[in-house]
């Protein structure tokens, strides 16, 4: 069962030997492996290479042709009644150069449990030796690729799938008061050579991204996976769901590991391409010196070859039409039938805000409507079909509990109210409340709680606003 799998390119200029050299150093390090140098020495030497200890089987095949080059080494081991299969496979053409990594597994039993999937070694040693190259607009690399305020083209682009990437991008929003909810340089180095990892400047670019997309982006600290070719596939993950930073890259990971796994590879960076490489290879050499004996196999061979090639490419032919169908309902407006509620400008400070607005607003509005006009069915069957949140009521009912006895800011009022969004300034006679750094919503609160009724005024005052 394949567990893993990713494509990612590379520098072209001597990646051959490095390449090599590094495949042998994961094979040598590696505590799983039992092989020595002296074992391995001829990998990727010749056209095929095959050594076995114990039970486990290297394999490695080169070929090169002008200037295309395919080198490949494949690792089967046994641990703990599973059987690991680890292929690494680099296609050069000229100057644009690809490596594929797929990792498969398979319980030598049924009561063997197989373990969580991860991203093998050997990648991470791949772009520490060799570096990672562009791939279309983004490049490939360890780190997170942070957004300046004039690439909200960019942005859009990667929002919409219109990014010339083959890798997905993650995309981390900033959260209210203006930083990642999620440490990024962390999450992109946990994800190299499976996704870009990119984050937006700050606030206001989130809200000019919000008009370019049609409110299609993340924000708020929410992070989004977004996947090239317009093909339609978005995951959010909301900080606030999590109570560990470390389970929602986790999720993140896990997401994306399954969608590399899931789609179709690269053909010229798998293992069975190298060997149809090797296999040409050596069919031409054959024809070279005129062998009579292998001509019917040469002949079956071509003809599977070339059905091969004809299936593939009009595989492709219809990949690319069902892309331009995609791309085609994706421009079209909502379907007349059912509700679509552009937001416009503005962003929810909690989940679900919008929608609980305007429930709490048509149930209010119902009441001055006859109890036989078609506004009032139309807005009871909108308000049944959509129950009532209380994240208002929860925001409302803290916010009271926290500054009914107010007195002063201590430690505590200052952490809770800056856990509810709130961003507080001291300058001045009174503390200045800021909530979701939006200064629209500006609250002033006594430096000393002098009235008794102090506290319970602001909190009137600010959910009345708010909430």
Not at 164 to 169: D, G, I
Not at 217 to 241: C, E, K, T
């Amino acid at each position: 069962m394949l567990s893993f799998a990713t494509e990612f390119p590379v520098p072209s200029e001597g990646v051959e030997s490095i390449f090599l050299a590094t495949i042998k150093k994961w094979i040598i390090e590696s505590p799983h492996t039992a092989f020595t140098e002296s074992d391995i020495a001829h990998v990727g030497l010749g056209d095929e290479f095959n050594v076995q200890v114990g039970s486990q089987i290297l394999s490695s095949i080169s070929v090169s042709n002008n200037n295309e080059v395919t080198l490949a080494s494949k690792l089967v081991a046994e641990d703990r009644d599973i059987e690991w299969t680890t292929s690494i496979v680099l296609h050069k053409n000229g100057e644009e150069c690809w490596i594929g990594v797929r990792t498969s597994r398979e319980a030598r039993n049924a009561t063997v449990s197989l373990p969580m999937a991860k991203k093998p070694v050997i990648v991470r040693l791949i772009l520490d030796a060799l570096g990672g190259a562009n791939d279309g607009d983004l490049a490939v690399q360890g780190m997170p690729r942070f957004l300046t305020n004039n690439e909200i083209a960019l942005a859009a682009q990667i929002v919409l799938g219109s990014i010339e990437t083959r890798l997905p991008v993650v995309y981390v929003s900033v959260s209210f008061n203006g930083r990642p909810a999620v440490d990024p340089s962390t999450l992109a180095k946990e994800l190299s050579g499976m996704a870009h990892v990119v984050v937006e400047p700050n606030r206001p670019f989130s809200q000019r991204l919000q008009l370019e997309v049609n409110s299609l982006n993340v924000y708020g600290g929410v992070v989004g996976i977004y996947w090239p070719d317009a093909a339609g596939r978005r995951l959010f993950f909301r900080p606030y769901d999590y109570h560990k930073a470390a389970d929602l890259r986790g999720d993140i990971f896990s997401a994306i590991r399954t969608s590399l796994v899931n789609r179709q590879p690269l053909y010229n960076c798998t293992w069975d391409s190298a060997k149809e490489a090797l296999s040409r290879k050596i069919v031409s050499e054959l024809k070279a010196v005129d062998s009579k004996e292998v001509d019917y196999y040469i002949e079956q061979f071509d003809q599977e070859l070339a059905s091969v090639k004809q299936n593939l490419a009009s595989s492709e032919k219809e990949i690319s039409r069902l892309k331009s169908e995609i791309r085609r309902y994706e421009a079209m407006s909502p379907p007349a039938v059912g509700l679509a509620i552009n937001p416009g400008s503005e962003q929810e400070f909690y989940p679900r805000e919008i929608l609980s607005c305007i429930i709490d607003v048509l149930t209010d509005a119902k009441n001055n409507l006859g109890s036989d006009s078609r506004r009032r069915h139309l807005i009871e069957s909108v308000i049944n079909a959509n129950p009532a949140t209380n994240e208002a009521g929860s925001e409302r009912a803290k916010l009271k509990s926290l500054l009914k006895s107010y007195k002063k800011m201590d430690g505590k009022v200052r952490a809770e109210l800056t856990g509810m969004g709130f961003a507080i300034s001291e300058i001045g006679k009174h503390y200045k409340l800021i909530y979701k750094n939006d200064p629209r919503y500006t609250f002033t609160l006594p430096k000393t709680g002098g009235d008794v009724r102090g506290g319970l005024n602001s909190v009137s005052d600010i959910a009345k606003r708010l909430f």
